[in-house]
């Protein structure tokens, strides 16, 4: 536990409402945000099934709405008048077949958001990753060294992507007659819900000022990826993940009471998923439960590690956690792999 990140703030906004809290309680309710939404795919007469957040704004515009919701709660605690925060963006893949996977339209919705929320000019180590899910892993390795190398006071990690519209619907959509359809839908169960999200959690060093810390991280590399038919799926790429976490927070997998991760539907991650936890845990415990937010938000690609981070938070400040370590990992659809350890630390005041 060398560099453990404290969470100082967080915010997030998806088909659930508005606010960390009330999505985290959704998601204890097991409540979901899905609906009808008026995009349709050439394989069914059916809408396609989504998790859309409900506001008339669209394009650009909405995830700039999004954008400004996640990031106002996230930092709502900071000194007023504060300067130069240091912000990392997760972003969908440059690759996706999206409208906004490229830097012009990142630069368009961080422009309007810091002219509306007063943020003044961005710190100067400021970076964006286009990693899809796992960009979030890359940003708290990167939060590491900009909070204990480089002396930032806070660092902000915000995440957005959208899977609703027409371009990435296509692209998972699978051709005319549904082959290598990757949405769930009539007649294929393999699938997921597509969603969108806007994220932030604000990290800084100051443990006593948070209960809550990430404090182990790690990265892997998978071979048998999604597409991939000559390799053998073994759950290595995440397993090694888990293992870099579990030695960087100086945490036992066993000791980890349940996992938190990015799953959404695709029997591939399920199995990848098992397999990482008969490869990383050493000892025989009574059970593991695997938490996924996907079920109440769906797909929301580069957002989930965020929502994972704000599932995980309120399970513990609100004692319905299984334990006071929680594993989370992450997957992406090519190789990259990552996790983190999250562990909770009452007060005496809270109680153990």
Not at 12 to 28: D, H, K, Q
Not at 161 to 179: K, M, R
Not at 249 to 257: D, L, Q
Request: glycine fraction near 10%.
């Amino acid at each position: 536990m060398s560099r453990p990140l404290a969470i100082a703030g967080m915010g997030m906004i998806s088909c659930l409402g508005e606010g960390a809290e009330v999505n985290a309680a959704a998601m204890r309710c097991d409540y979901d945000g899905f609906s009808q939404t008026t995009f349709n795919q050439p394989f069914s007469a059916e809408p396609q099934l989504g998790a859309q957040i409900e506001t008339e704004l669209r394009g650009i515009p909405k995830l700039t709405y999004m954008n400004k919701v996640a990031i106002k709660e996230a930092i709502k605690d900071l000194p007023e008048g504060y300067e130069g925060l240091t912000i990392i963006y997760c972003m969908p893949e440059k690759s996706r077949q999206s409208f906004f996977s490229n830097e012009d339209a990142l630069r368009e919705i961080m422009e309007d958001t810091f002219q509306e929320l007063h943020l003044g000019s961005l710190g100067p180590a400021s970076s964006a990753f286009w990693q899809h899910r796992c960009g979030f892993v890359s940003a708290l390795k990167q939060a590491q060294e900009l909070l204990y190398k480089q002396g930032r006071e806070y660092v902000l990690i915000v995440s957005i992507d959208s899977l609703l519209n027409n371009a990435t619907l296509s692209q998972y959509g699978g051709g005319l007659y549904g082959e290598d359809r990757r949405l769930l839908g009539d007649g294929h169960s393999n699938g997921f819900i597509p969603g969108e999200a806007a994220t932030a959690i604000l990290l800084s060093t100051r443990k006593d000022n948070s209960t809550v810390i990430i404090s182990g991280v790690g990265e892997g590399k998978e071979t048998a990826t999604l597409d991939n038919e000559e390799e053998v799926l073994r759950g290595n790429g995440i397993a090694d993940a888990i293992k870099q976490a579990s030695k960087d927070a100086g945490v036992e997998i066993h000791n980890t009471g349940f996992r938190v991760s990015s799953v959404s539907g695709e029997d591939y991650f399920f199995t990848e998923a098992a397999l990482a936890q008969i490869k990383t845990l050493k000892q025989k415990v009574d059970e593991q439960p695997l938490w996924h937010p996907a079920d109440s938000v769906g797909e929301i690609g580069a957002a989930i590690g965020c929502a994972i981070t704000v599932m995980t938070y309120y399970a513990f400040t609100k004692n319905y956690a299984l334990s006071h370590n929680a594993l989370c990992h992450i997957s992406n659809d090519n190789s990259q792999r990552g996790a983190f350890i999250m562990q909770y630390k009452p007060s005496k005041q809270q109680g153990a």
